[in-house]
């Protein structure tokens, strides 16, 4: 009897890959997708890294398939963004071992800057898109969309969402299939895309959209449940979940491709049952093409086109009912917060004592924004920040930045940070820039970069040297400050801003919650001494909390001793003791 295991969906994504035989991963870490390459490093078989970003990381999958063997390359929605200068491109090219895109899209914004949906961007790269609606099928689809490539010459992308990436699901599983590897044969007509080369791939690949489109309507993956006609559904992914169980006596036409979609199987379909909904998250994607076939559907004017969908929403909109027994009891707010310790909460704290804005990225940090501590001002995308300061310094002068940094964290530095840095430096900008180094990549959990020493797959490997790395751009003015140093971070901050050149502060303070991080300290209030002032309780540490009669309390089992409080107090309220 064949093994079975409960696994998320992106366990069973990894599990995919090793049993289709794919011999090379590649990723750079972002939520919902990082667990996928977190769990294919553990199958010796498969080579995973973490790349400094997905454009190289979509660029070493490419070079793997060019040379014969399967690759899988894995990244959250806005990473597409990045990776899609590649994507577009191999789209014409085509492969020769299977090729892989795993694209975790993120409904709900738990985790994002928006709910962009890789359909879209798959519809524009002329890319297939493939959807599993559970952890079995992220597993089968996974394998199947090597198979799909090989067969018909193309990348293809396996779409997921956050509820299936983090949602457990028994999945049996397989061996491993070892594909020999494909011969490599020059051909430069194929994989050189020249314009005079890509007019004629051009021809291709549409030519191959037409036929997955044909094929479809016999893939296994795209079925009809036929069961009370008077109401069908076309749905696919999570939300094919959400109408089996709020409405379990409809019709379904379950997709597992949706792009391009099976016009047969749709026209069929539409034609026996008697009122058609389309229930897609995110953009009508299906919805607009089925429209344009003539076809009768009922879509985004019954279903938001905002958020995270559920089998309550879908209730409501189509049968009026609600199946929420009870009114929830109103919980006060829980807004994310910088941990007990956290070394940024000490930067912000001098920043927004100095009342300077700040120019913000894509990190943990990006929670500076937030009350108490109000300092970044903007978050657009991975890098962003110091080219925002750039742009602005460029637009207003030199003196309208003098109370602006940019704030970016070391790995998001590695990832796009140091192309903005380089520009500022070429370009003759002038700014400083907070380059927050916490030894990793801690919004996603925890994973290793270019920075840190450390590969996906644990291997020591030399360290980038980011002072050396800015020195090496030619800026003179580059400091290293340990990050809880409030002195010395106020001095280099009031130093470097008043520059009329680009400089670069390096705080350097390890996340507190990397493992093997022991904490000796703990603060404790004294109560005696406490004025009431409330300083200690400016910068936000969830640690600390005001008693009944205005003084402090500090809760020792949240406390990570950092002695922020401790250096904020002028009254030597608060101590800092060996626990």
């Not at 303070?509 to 309780?537: I, M, Q, T, W």
């Amino acid at each position: 009897m064949a093994e079975k295991k409960i696994m998320l969906g992106n366990e069973a994504i990894a599990r995919g890959a090793y049993e289709a035989g794919v011999k090379v991963s590649a990723a750079y870490p972002g939520t919902p997708s990082t667990e996928i390459s977190e769990n294919i490093v553990k199958y010796p078989e498969i080579y995973a890294e973490w790349s400094p970003n997905e454009k190289v990381a979509m660029e070493v999958a490419i070079g793997a398939s060019i040379s014969g063997v399967r690759a899988l390359v894995s990244m959250k929605h806005v990473g597409v963004n990045v990776a899609s200068d590649p994507l577009y491109t191999i789209s014409y090219a085509g492969v020769n071992g299977g090729l892989v895109l795993v694209a975790a899209d993120d409904p709900g914004l738990y985790s994002s800057q928006n709910e962009q949906d890789t359909r879209c961007v798959a519809r524009a790269a002329l890319v297939p898109v493939i959807e599993p609606s559970d952890s079995a099928e992220a597993k089968e689809f996974t394998k199947l969309a090597f198979e799909i490539s090989e067969k018909y010459d193309t990348p293809v992308i396996v779409r997921t969402t956050t509820r299936l990436s983090h949602s457990q699901g028994v999945v049996e599983l397989c061996d491993r299939a070892e594909p020999a590897d494909k011969p490599y044969e020059r051909n430069p007509a194929k994989y050189v895309m020249m314009p005079g080369n890509a007019k004629g791939r051009h021809v291709y690949v549409e030519q191959r959209m037409k036929k997955l489109s044909e094929d479809g309507a016999d893939f296994a993956i795209n079925r009809a449940e036929y069961r009370d006609t008077s109401i069908g559904f076309i749905t696919s992914g999570i939300p094919y979940q959400y109408v089996r169980e709020a409405c379990p006596d409809a019709s379904v036409l379950k997709l597992g491709m949706v792009y391009p979609l099976p016009k047969k199987l749709i026209e069929e379909f539409a034609s026996k049952v008697e009122k058609l909904y389309i229930f897609e998250e995110l953009e009508p994607v299906i919805e607009e093409q089925v429209r344009a076939w003539g076809i009768d559907v009922i879509g985004k004017e019954a279903f938001t086109v905002q958020g995270e969908y559920s089998a309550n929403l879908l209730r409501r909109a189509v049968t009026g009912e609600d199946m929420c027994l009870t009114q929830a009891e109103k919980v006060p707010a829980r807004p994310p917060i910088l941990c007990p310790g956290c070394p940024h909460r000490s930067v912000f704290s001098v920043l927004n004592k100095l009342k300077i804005h700040a120019a913000g990225d894509i990190g943990c940090y990006t929670l500076g924004a937030v009350a108490p501590l109000n300092v970044i001002d903007t978050t657009v995308c991975m890098g962003a920040s110091i080219s925002t300061l750039h742009g602005m310094e460029k637009a207003k002068g030199k003196d309208y930045i003098k109370n602006w940094v940019a704030v970016i964290g070391d790995s998001t530095f590695m990832h796009t940070g140091v192309n903005s840095l380089m520009n500022m430096v070429y370009n003759q900008g002038t700014g400083t820039v907070l380059i927050l180094d916490n030894s990793t990549t801690g919004m996603t959990g925890h994973q290793d970069h270019a920075a840190t020493g450390k590969t996906l797959m644990g291997e020591v490997v030399p360290a980038i040297n980011i002072y050396h790395l800015c020195k090496a751009m030619g800026i003179e003015h580059v400091q290293e400050i340990d990050a809880v140093d409030l002195k010395e971070l106020e001095r280099a901050i009031k130093e470097e801003t008043k520059r009329d050149a680009v400089s670069v502060i390096i705080t350097k303070s390890p996340c507190v919650l990397l493992k093997g991080n022991v904490f000796p300290n703990v603060c404790r209030p004294v109560p005696e001494k406490c004025k009431k002032c409330g300083a200690c309780l400016r910068p936000g540490c969830p640690a600390l909390t005001k008693n009944a009669d205005g003084t402090i309390a500090i809760d020792e089992t949240m406390c990570n001793g950092c002695g922020l409080c401790q250096k904020l107090c002028a009254f030597d309220a608060i101590a800092c003791e060996k626990r």
